[in-house]
Structures are given as C-alpha cells and as structure tokens.
C-alpha cells in the first residue's frame, strides 16, 4: 500500500475501511501500522470507531409472550422476568406501575411502549 501521508488530504469512509480491514490481516499494532503507512494514529482511530458504530447491527425488539415455567419457582410470583433468545435474563419486580415499565422500555429504545 502506498504512504498516505498527505496530511491536510482527509480520507473517505470507504478508504479508511479498506485501510482498517488491511490492518486487521496485518497482525501489527495500530500504532506500528499507523507509522509504516504514515497515518496519523488518532484519525485511524477515530475512523475504526466510527466504522464500528456503523457495522453495529441495529437493536430489534422480539415479541414478547407470557409463559409460566416450572424452572422459575424459585422466584417469587411478584416477579417479572424477561429472557432473550441467547439466554439473558432481565428480572422486574411485578409492583412497577405500568407507567414506570413505559419508562423502562422507552428507556433502552423501544418506541412503541
């Protein structure tokens, strides 16, 4: 790859993926990478964490759907528990109004709520 080293030339978006993805098969360190190409270290990060911002899959909500399960005994019926696909378990205490279950969800990006 050629030195990039023109510093008053801004790169692009889609050069600084290519640059990145580069990196990412080089094995070096940022640091190195960005010397032996003349980058300058903070613009390259800055690019990659902008990339990565927006190769970050949009969170979706699934449906959520009422279900009684024997495994959860343990847990008082005062108690609301949501789980994901992969496992996760959020536990919500079954007093909250529904104003403030509203709130949660409007909270972590589900508009609809």
Not at 74 to 81: D, E, K, N, R, Y
């Amino acid at each position: 790859m050629q030195n990039l080293s023109a510093k008053n030339t801004p790169l692009d978006m889609g050069k600084w993926r290519e640059i990145i993805e580069a990196w990412n098969q080089s094995g070096e360190s940022q640091k190195n990478y960005c010397q032996r190409l003349g980058l300058s270290f903070n613009s390259f990060t800055y690019a990659r964490s902008k990339l990565l911002q927006q190769d970050k899959p949009e969170t979706q909500f699934i449906p959520l759907s009422v279900r009684s399960n024997s495994e959860e005994k343990t847990l008082s019926p005062s108690a609301i528990v949501l789980e994901n696909p992969q496992g996760y378990k959020l536990h919500l205490s079954a007093s909250l109004s529904l104003e403030q279950l509203a709130k949660l969800f409007k909270l972590s990006g589900w508009n609809d709520a």
